[in-house]
């Protein structure tokens, strides 16, 4: 059977999709494949269509699932139909990675791995015990309940390997509303009390919020789903809020109402990642106790407001130098166990590269390297730099919030909570940025500018790491 690699994106809608396949080359990099054979069968089963042609999904899939349960047509049914699957796949990975990859660190690279572990139109070897992840989509596939994408996706979604790899990097894929829905109200008491030490009027109140969402949202759901409505939890609608709001014994506006049920549920998210052995916030040993709700506010004055930037100047140095200690010593670590020669080139090209301005080119000469890949492949720079960033958000999210409790009421802490997010994450990801553009510009010009806070810090923790060992 021959493959025909194109790079060509493929038209939405059209019938080539049905023979044209997403694959993963040995570098680990996407692939489009042409299936000359799909392609053939394809076109011989259903005359009226060209390559270009826009088709009803809906009846090709019927038909070629019908096909699949007949023998003499089964395995080029079957193979059409994983094509169009892996491009549902492709676009659920693009959709993830564009969603939550700039922040945690990853690609859709990173995740195709997990949910396509077949190599559509090569042979296989039979295997009584395995089965694909494609394999497992279209064996419970049934055209008659919803249509192939649809499925795919829910299954891309809900496939635990994949979902692991998510966890670890700090995201749980079920909305706000859905872990609201099934969390008890003594469920609630219990991870806030022990996991997030809240105050136990916070709790009450938290608990007094999720009553009026289960009595007026979860109670609507449950009626929708017994008359054979399905489908994802969307947001409360305004009307469901204002229900909600007269339940309350101290009723609120619809935003802040819709604000405080999403605190809730961010706070579940944590502890279900934490239980579920991904990566979580940090939480400081020395944290100041949660103010109660009801402490009146009052702007801070100039004075405050120069303490709390010096702070935090100071807070974003000190989250610097510890994300670049850990994802570092990560890595070393990491490369450690599998080659100890290895680990140590890693921190030397480090040093050569950031701190001596040495070209990935003179650093492989140096390791008698066969070129200056090898070097691009030992650093990852761009995934040590989403690393660092990652952690350094984590780190200042919680120290930031925290210090802003001196100078503010924790009910205008909740308030102004996203905007705070929004500026520490603004400044991170300037710096950042303004490493990933000093690593891409040319020796002499890195030799002739002053060094971004990034490349300081790093060379800082190099040096220092160089003089304790």
């Known amino acids: 059977m021959s493959n025909h690699l194109s790079a060509v994106k493929i038209p939405t809608n059209t019938a080539s999709r049905y023979w044209s396949a997403i694959a993963i080359d040995a570098a680990g990099k996407r692939q489009v494949r042409e299936i000359t054979t799909a392609k053939a069968f394809f076109l011989e089963s259903f005359p009226d269509f060209t390559p270009e042609t826009q088709v009803s999904d809906t009846q090709v899939q019927r038909q070629l699932w019908y096909w699949m349960q007949e023998a003499d047509q089964s395995s ?62 279209l064996h419970s596939f049934d055209p008659e309940q919803s249509s192939l ?80 409505v399905k489908g994802k939890c969307h947001p409360p609608t305004p009307e469901q809020l ?42 400081s040993l020395d944290a100041t106790p949660n103010e109660p709700l009801d402490v009146p506010y009052s702007e801070p004055t100039p004075d405050q407001q120069s303490e709390f930037l010096t702070a935090y100047r100071q807070q974003f140095l000190q989250g610097l130098d510890k994300a670049i200690a850990q994802i570092t010593g990560d890595r070393t670590r990491k490369l450690q166990r599998r080659d100890s020669q ?16 040495q070209s990935m080119s003179d650093i492989a000469r140096n390791f008698n390297y066969k070129g200056q890949f ?53 400044q991170v990801t300037k710096v950042i940025e303004d490493a990933a553009t000093e690593a891409s510009t040319a020796t002499h010009e890195r030799h002739q500018k002053t060094r971004s806070l990034f490349a300081k810090r790093l060379c800082h923790y190099l040096d220092n790491r160089s003089n304790i060992s």
Not at 256 to 276: D, F, M, T
Not at 386 to 415: F, G, H, W
């Open 149 to 228: 994408a649809t499925w795919t996706t829910r299954r891309v979604k809900h496939h635990k390997p994949l979902n692991q790899f998510l966890l670890e990097h700090g995201i749980y894929l079920v909305s706000d509303w859905a872990i609201l829905n099934d969390t008890k109200p003594k469920q609630l008491h219990r991870i806030f009390t022990e996991f997030h030490n809240l105050t136990p009027s916070e709790i009450q109140r938290a608990q007094h919020l999720l009553d009026a969402y289960h009595a007026v949202y979860r109670s609507q759901r449950l009626k929708q789903r017994l008359a054979g």
């Open 242 to 283: 204002q229900q909600m709001a007269h339940r309350l014994s101290s009723p609120l506006r619809p935003e802040p109402l819709l604000r405080q049920l999403q605190l809730i549920a961010s706070r579940l998210r944590e502890y279900r990642i934490y239980v579920r052995g991904g990566k979580l916030k940090s939480e």
């Open 374 to 426: 090898q070097v691009s492949r030992l650093l990852k720079l761009k995934a040590f730099r989403a690393d660092i960033q990652r952690e350094l958000l984590v780190y200042l999210s919680d120290r930031i919030l925290e210090k802003a409790q001196r100078y503010t009421n924790r009910q205008r802490l909740q308030t102004v909570h996203h905007q705070i997010q929004e500026a520490i994450a603004e």
């Open 342 to 357: 290895k680990a140590q080139q890693f921190l030397t090209a480090l040093h050569l590269f950031h701190c001596q301005g």
């Open 76 to 137: 080029m049914a079957q193979l059409c139909l994983k094509c169009f699957m892996s491009q549902q796949i492709d676009a659920v990975c693009r959709g993830l990675a564009s969603r939550f990859g700039a922040e945690h660190g990853f690609t859709s690279n990173d995740l195709l791995p997990f949910v396509l572990d077949e190599e559509i139109g090569k042979p296989r070897r039979h295997s009584p015990t395995y089965q694909s992840f494609l394999d497992e989509i």
